[in-house]
């Protein structure tokens, strides 16, 4: 009798050491395949964010490729309607053709290089206007920002405010104007753009076709939670203003 008993014993720790030997042998497999799952998981991800890296590169490209000529169109069709101005013109119009031929090409330029092909591409328009016409520029930048040299200003992106400015102000109105402000401080990129527009060109300009699109495209691409871009249209006078955190972004480009 007490054999059997010690039989039991010996049987039922047999059994205990099995299930302990069975259910830690199914938790490895399984936690292992967890752990492929999850990798697997990551890989895809990865891979995800490449192509959809790979795919905003090839967007851009597409969008720079369809800009410059737009541009360069508005700028040669300035200089020719005012041909006695044609040597301030060429100096201006060098630098700005230098800017886009190789400094576009990069893929960020300094808020130093942008800013000089603003004013360089608003002396080119202001050709083509009455000399008494209301035109107001102010530039506030901050020279010793840490950003004002630093490679995190995709290159082009003042074009689109500035271009639609003059090619939709009623210039014979009398109370028509342009005001442009552009402001670096604390590393925030400020651009606010106003005109006076018939109410034509006011809806033309709300339905325009690729400039605007354009802006709005690469801005969401590259600056993602780091802008905000704001147009309204109210008793005739179109207002749009940029804002760009370029301190935030440059300190994810240098962390990430």
Do not use: C, W
Not at 60 to 73: A, D, S, V
Not at 172 to 183: H, K, N, T
Not at 224 to 230: A, E, K, V
């Amino acid at each position: 009798m007490e054999g059997n008993l010690y039989l039991i014993q010996d049987y039922l720790i047999f059994i205990g050491v099995f299930a302990i030997f069975f259910f830690l042998t199914v938790g490895i497999y399984l936690f292992s395949q967890n752990q492929r799952l999850k990798n697997k998981n990551i890989r895809l991800s990865e891979a995800n964010k490449l192509i959809e890296k790979k795919l905003n590169e090839v967007q851009l490209e597409h969008i720079g490729t369809k800009l410059n000529p737009h541009l360069f169109k508005n700028i040669l069709n300035s200089v020719q309607s005012h041909a006695y101005q044609t040597y301030m013109s060429l100096d201006k119009l060098a630098n700005v053709l230098d800017y886009i031929l190789y400094e576009s090409n990069n893929k960020f330029v300094s808020p130093k290089e942008e800013l000089n092909f603003a004013l360089s591409l608003i002396e080119i328009n202001k050709i083509k206007i009455n000399p008494l016409f209301d035109f107001r520029i102010k530039s506030k930048i901050d020279k010793s920002d840490s950003v004002f040299e630093e490679k995190i200003f995709a290159p082009l992106i003042s074009v689109d405010l500035i271009e639609n400015a003059f090619k939709h102000t009623d210039f014979l109105a009398q109370d028509s104007f342009i005001s442009i402000q552009m402001e670096l401080d604390g590393g925030i990129f400020t651009m606010r753009v106003s005109n006076k527009a018939s109410l034509k060109n006011v809806l033309h300009k709300e339905n325009s076709g690729f400039g605007s699109q354009s802006l709005d495209q690469r801005l969401k691409m590259i600056y993602n939670d780091f802008y905000t871009l704001h147009k309204n249209s109210k008793n005739g006078i179109f207002t749009a203003e940029l804002t760009i955190n370029l301190g935030e972004f440059y300190d994810k480009m240098r962390y990430s």
